[in-house]
């Protein structure tokens, strides 16, 4: 059986749309069209932060001991907020599965931080009224005892000072090479998938199995916002891209 595992934000873990529209499931669907019996893991989550990667690659690896590992590279700007707890179901990480036949959605439930985007961030600031903003909140003000007020300035002091520091570049980068010498010292496959043709992906010379979605595929046509994400039309699109790197 070929087991492959996409690691990625919410242009893996599929924005807003079923989990039959994500291009992981089209993989495995094509690939069972292919007659290759296989079992794919999606681990996206929204807003995920490559500082997080590694330790999702290691319990991917370990759990399931996948063959290949597609790992989506978000933008060096994404944080990590992280709020201390004097809870312990609090500061641990946890993982949830929802399991369809050989397709699994890994949820990881750490309680401790949020990922965390610009426009996240922004929202977060405008302490706007959504329900997902609120949402959060309530959330962080539950498990952190920390009031509205100081959660704003948190976010504020992530926004306009930490995520332009070089260190979180630096952090960026280490968690990318820790990610490909891991796959690589277990004699496994990684596939780079870049979303956006960014600074990034253009000086990362050194990754091997370097896909750009920018390239590959026309987000005017495909993307369904203005955060570049896609739906079904899009996934199928990306899917018949990807299908050749792992057979």
């Not at 005892?145 to 070089?166: A, C, F, G, M």
């Not at 990318?176 to 010292?185: H, L, S």
């Not at 979605?213 to 018949?240: M, R, T």
Request: charged share 25%; aromatic share 14%; net charge negative.
């Amino acid at each position: 059986m070929l087991k492959v595992s996409f690691i990625g934000c919410s242009w893996t873990q599929g924005y807003d749309i079923p989990y039959t529209h994500t291009y992981p499931y089209i993989v495995y669907e094509q690939l069972n069209e292919c007659k290759i019996k296989n079992q794919v893991v999606n681990a996206g989550r929204a807003g995920s932060s490559w500082v997080t990667y590694p330790s999702t690659l290691k319990y991917i690896n370990e759990t399931y001991d996948s063959d290949i590992f597609v790992i989506q590279h978000t933008t060096p700007d994404r944080g990590l907020l992280q709020f201390t707890s004097d809870q312990w179901k609090y500061q641990r990480i946890t993982r949830d599965h929802d399991v369809y036949e050989n397709y699994l959605q890994l949820w990881d439930n750490t309680q401790s931080y949020y990922h965390l985007t610009v426009g996240m961030a922004e929202q977060i600031i405008a302490d706007e009224q959504s329900e997902l903003v609120q949402h959060i909140f309530h959330e962080i003000k539950r498990k952190s005892t920390l009031s509205k007020q100081q959660i704003i300035d948190r976010v504020s002091y992530w926004y306009n000072q930490e995520r332009h520091h070089p260190l979180n570049f630096e952090k960026y980068t280490e968690a990318v090479e820790f990610c490909n010498y891991y796959v690589k010292d277990k004699n496994k496959k990684i596939i780079n998938l870049f979303w956006l043709d960014d600074e990034f992906s253009r000086s990362a010379t050194d990754l091997s199995n370097r896909v750009v979605v920018q390239k590959e595929i026309d987000f005017k046509q495909y993307a369904v916002d203005s955060g570049f994400h896609f739906n079904i039309k899009g996934n199928k699109k990306l899917a018949e891209v990807l299908v050749p790197y792992l057979i």
